[in-house]
């Protein structure tokens, strides 16, 4: 199944041809607000925890901040960004806590296959952690509630009502260019710090992508597909690499037998994770930031008159992409 169709309420987080590109990112941002909303509140319910999709929706959120960023002026786009990011930092420790739960679960049932190695000290360990954070920030739903209503005002007055198809373009050549840019300092100096910008920067232009879908939902949907395989290795890699960092530390820890052998698996996992998403990586990012900018501007100004996706593009752009060979002419 395509990532597009993983989330139900995909058609939120897209342009809408009945809306002014300006309506439509300042929609974007505030339903995703109100989604933290309902989860902090309880009103709904979550298949992972409520932890992890508030941050979902804060990031999706930030991203839909960002295409906006010239339009509101530079004050007010990071008061806008820091309010969300001091939201997600209120269940950052715990979330943190949850990663590397969950990651050493993943490699329990991965190497008890292959080793019948089980970690299972690691994960009373990091179960008991999780447990002290979850009692520790017992409160955050109430805290993070009353700072979202307070954004969902402050969104609904973004100036953004002149946001056009030149403004959009280059906040997506920019994030397309950030990205780029993250991907070749990691190529050439791999440190986990690297990997971890890189990956944000992804996740980011993976998400201003699936706004921008329904200009031409076949080629956009297949580079979407595309960079969010990215980002998976990327995620891996990240969540490997944090537990790891957490073994190492001098505090209470498993035995140093177990610790040894868990931190041997992530040192080799990781690595081939990296390896992996630069192969990745080398493929999306082989264009200019100014071609992929045009790319998605004539997209998005032939979506805007109401003309259908033309259909060499999704032939010939990025056709390697689509599973598509043009057969060469004899």
């Known amino acids: 199944m395509s990532a597009w169709r993983a989330n139900d309420n995909a058609m939120s987080y897209e342009l809408r041809r009945d809306q002014k590109l300006g309506a439509n990112l300042r929609r974007i941002c505030r339903k995703q607000v109100e989604n933290a909303l309902q989860v902090v509140s309880g009103e709904v319910e979550v298949d992972d925890s409520p932890v992890h999709q508030t941050r979902k929706h804060l990031k999706k959120a930030r991203a839909a901040l960002r295409i906006v960023s010239d339009q509101i002026g530079r004050g007010l786009f990071k008061e806008q960004d820091r309010s969300f990011r001091d939201i997600g930092r209120l269940i950052s420790d715990v979330r943190d806590a949850e990663v590397r739960l969950q990651t050493v679960r993943q490699l329990q049932d991965i190497t008890w296959r292959q080793s019948h190695q089980a970690f299972r000290e690691t994960e009373e360990l990091l179960l008991g952690e999780l447990e002290h954070f979850l009692a ?35 906040a997506l050549q920019r994030a397309y260019k950030c990205a780029r840019d993250a991907f070749t300092l990691a190529q050439a100096k791999p440190t986990p710090e690297n990997f971890h910008e890189f990956r944000s920067q992804t996740k980011r232009l993976l998400y201003q992508l699936r706004i921008l879908r329904p200009s031409n939902p076949l080629v956009i949907g297949a580079l979407f597909d595309e960079l969010n395989s990215l980002g998976d290795v990327l995620g891996r890699s990240h969540d490997l690499h944090f537990l790891g960092d957490r073994l190492r530390r001098n505090d209470s820890k498993p035995s140093e037998r177990e610790a040894r052998a868990l931190i041997a698996v992530i040192d080799t996992s990781e690595v081939e994770l990296q390896k992996r998403s630069v192969d990745l990586a080398g493929h999306f990012f082989d264009e200019r930031p100014r071609d992929f900018g045009n790319r998605l501007s004539s997209w998005l100004q032939q979506w805007i008159r109401g003309k259908a996706p033309n259909v060499a593009d999704a032939l010939v752009c990025k056709g390697d992409v689509l599973g598509l060979a043009i057969p060469k002419r004899r």
């Open 136 to 170: 520790a920030f017992a409160g955050w739903q109430k805290e993070a509630a009353a700072r979202l209503e307070e954004l969902q005002k402050q969104v609904e007055k973004w100036p953004v009502d002149d946001l056009d198809c030149k403004s959009l373009r280059c």
